[in-house]
């Protein structure tokens, strides 16, 4: 028997180094030798735009203009559908409490938000009760705006926060008197057929040049009381929420919008 076996192997260890040295011989083709030109290409060249003058505060060339301290034509009122009611003045708008809500006359899928906003110097209240208002990215995921210059609140309602979601990493916040800069980067969520999400919305939130959200995604509409919904929806406005707080309104300047 044991000498069965070792016959065994020795056939077998003969087996593998000859098919070893039958694969040895077989050539392949060789990889085509690559050169530094086989990797780049030239078109389609992406469109020239010509970036906004800090100095001056302009949009880029292929932003649209929300509001370039002149008028709110690009706007009406959320409530009637008529013109937006806000104040606007020395080149900022005002929120008018009574007027409620304004939103964009154009919806947008994807985009990229700039606006400029400033608690005004003399604000009273605490927590939510001081500067509140906010941004509605497609009519339904609120990033929030409040003063939270020495002013807390719960985190995930405070500015920077995807309200009622996720609070933001940090709080870069400058003074009442003082402009805010919002840059928000959106993505828009891509639905099944049952109108849940494939994909969920996203979004980028820097705030006077700090990160605040980085590519969080919203798990459904921001809420005031109760859980995210989540329902099949396609382009929709930007809204600027005229919160009911008893604080003095808050002030917008330079919103511009670019779709990717
Ligand atoms: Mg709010």
Excluded: C
């Amino acid at each position: 028997m044991k000498r069965f076996l070792a016959l065994s192997l020795a056939v077998t260890a003969a087996m593998s180094v000859a098919a070893f040295a039958q694969q040895e011989e077989k050539k392949y083709p060789e990889p085509e030798k690559m050169s530094p030109r086989m990797s780049e290409y030239w078109t389609p060249q992406p469109k020239v735009v010509t970036p906004g003058d800090i100095k001056t505060n302009t949009a880029p060339s292929d932003a649209i203009v929300l509001f370039d301290g002149k008028d709110l034509s690009a706007w009406k009122s959320k409530k009637t559908g008529e013109a937006a009611g806000w104040d606007v003045k020395g080149g900022v708008v005002t929120v008018n409490k009574k007027a409620g809500d304004i939103m964009t006359k154009e919806e947008f899928g994807s985009f990229q938000l700039h606006l400029e906003w400033r608690i005004p110097k003399d604000i009273e209240g605490k927590s939510q009760a001081r500067g509140n208002s906010g941004v509605f990215l497609q009519g339904k995921y609120e990033v929030q705006i409040l003063d939270n210059y020495e002013n807390e609140t719960y985190v995930n309602g405070m500015v920077g926060s995807l309200y009622k979601q996720t609070p933001p990493l940090v709080n870069p916040m400058r003074k009442p008197g003082e402009w805010n800069v919002y840059d928000i980067i959106y993505t828009a969520p891509v639905f099944k057929e049952d109108g849940t999400y494939l994909y969920r919305p996203r979004v980028t939130v820097i705030l006077n040049g700090v990160v605040v959200q980085n590519n969080t995604e919203l798990l459904g509409t921001t809420e005031y009381i109760g859980f995210p919904k989540v329902a099949k929806h396609g382009d929709g406005p930007i809204i600027l929420q005229s919160h009911g707080d008893p604080s003095k309104p808050i002030s917008f300047r330079n919103m511009w919008i670019r779709k990717m």
